[in-house]
C-alpha cells in the first residue's frame, strides 16, 4: 500500500533523516562488525499497549537501505497493539536493517506516541457529543506527520497551516484595537473561515455580530462555558480550549462546546516502547 500525505515527501523525509544520521562516513559499527553478505530476520514488537502510527513511514527507511528487504506489516496504523504484539517483520540485508533501525524506531515511537495519547483523550470525552481538535504546537518539519497521527488516534485536524483559516487571537485583537474591529478586517479581507479567540462572555456577541464563523473559548472555567454555549445558541461552533488535561477534558465537553482542543497531544505525548528484535538467518 503506498502511503500518501498531501504536501508530504516520504522519500525525502527518510532521506534527509537518514543523512542526518549517518553523518560523514556512514554506519562505522556495522560496515566493521556485520559481514557484508550476512543477512538478518527481525520482528518489530510493541512493548506497551499503543495505538499504531507510522509504520509505512518506518518501513520507508529499512526499503531506503535495502530495496529487495522483505517486509510484512502485521498492523496497520490507528490499530491497537497489546504488549507483545508484532507490529512488522522484516528480512533483508543485515547491515541495512541495522543502519535504518534507530530511524525506523525513533519515527514509529513518535507517531504510535502521538496516537496513543490521543486515543486516551478521544475515550474520555465518548459520549459527550464533543469533537477532539488537535492544534498548530507541533515540532517543526513533523507537523504532517503529527497530526496524521492525532487522526489515527480520532482526533480531528484543525488548522494544519496559517493559511488555511484566520485564528484572531488576543494579540491580533490588542493590535487591532478590538475584537470586533479586528473581525472586521478578516471580513473584508474576504476570509472565509474567522476563527476569533475569545477569554470574556462579552466578546462573544461583537465577535459573531462582526462575522466570527468559530468561537475558541480560551481557559474558560466550566461555569463560563455553559454560560458562553447557551449564549452562542448554535450560531457558531464553539472549541474550548487551554489548560486541557485528560482530568478534566470531559468535564470541559460535557458544558455543550462543539470542539475541544488539546495542545498537549503532538506538543507533549511520550514515544512509547517499541523494540526491533534481530535474529541471524
Given amino acids: 500500500m503506498t502511503f500518501r500525505l498531501d504536501r508530504f515527501d516520504l522519500d525525502r523525509f527518510v532521506a534527509d533523516t537518514l543523512a542526518e544520521d549517518l553523518g560523514d562516513h556512514g554506519d562505522i559499527t556495522s560496515s566493521a562488525v556485520i559481514p557484508a553478505e550476512a543477512r538478518f530476520s527481525g520482528v518489530m514488537r510493541s512493548r506497551e499497549p499503543i495505538v499504531v502510527a507510522g509504520l509505512p513511514v518506518a518501513e520507508g527507511f529499512f526499503r531506503a537501505l535495502d530495496p529487495e528487504a522483505f517486509i510484512e506489516r502485521r498492523v496497520e496504523d490507528g490499530a491497537t497493539a497489546e504488549m507483545g504484539d508484532v507490529l512488522l517483520r522484516v528480512e533483508?540485508?543485515?547491515?541495512?536493517?541495522?543502519?535504518?533501525?534507530?530511524?525506523?524506531?525513533?519515527?514509529?515511537?513518535?507517531?504510535?506516541g502521538v496516537?496513543?495519547?490521543t486515543r486516551g483523550y478521544v475515550e474520555a470525552i465518548a459520549g459527550t457529543g464533543a469533537v477532539l481538535l488537535d492544534?498548530?504546537?507541533?515540532?517543526?518539519g513533523l507537523r504532517l506527520l503529527e497530526k496524521y497521527a492525532t487522526r489515527m488516534g480520532g482526533a480531528q485536524n484543525h488548522r494544519m497551516r496559517l493559511d488555511d483559516a484566520a485564528m484572531i487571537k488576543d494579540n491580533h485583537v490588542a493590535v487591532a484595537g478590538g475584537v470586533a474591529e479586528a473581525v472586521s478586517r478578516a471580513v473584508e479581507a474576504g476570509i472565509a473561515r474567522i476563527i476569533v479567540e475569545v477569554d470574556r462572555i462579552d466578546q462573544i456577541e461583537p465577535a459573531i455580530a462582526a462575522g466570527a464563523t468559530h468561537l475558541l473559548l480560551d481557559n474558560m472555567g466550566v461555569a463560563a462555558l455553559r454560560e458562553a454555549v447557551a449564549m452562542v445558541a448554535g450560531r457558531v461552533p464553539t472549541e474550548?480550549?487551554?489548560?486541557v488535561t485528560l482530568e478534566t477534558i470531559r468535564e470541559t465537553a460535557a458544558t455543550g462546546v462543539t470542539y475541544v482542543s488539546v495542545g498537549r497531544i503532538t506538543q507533549s505525548a511520550p514515544a512509547v516502547d517499541i523494540g526491533l528484535d534481530l535474529a541471524a538467518v
Fill in 240 to 243: 474550548a480550549s487551554g489548560g
Fill in 135 to 140: 492544534t498548530r504546537k507541533t515540532i517543526p
Fill in 115 to 117: 496516537a496513543t495519547s
Fill in 92 to 112: 533483508g540485508r543485515a547491515r541495512a536493517l541495522l543502519t535504518a533501525e534507530r530511524s525506523a524506531l525513533n519515527t514509529l515511537q513518535h507517531l504510535s
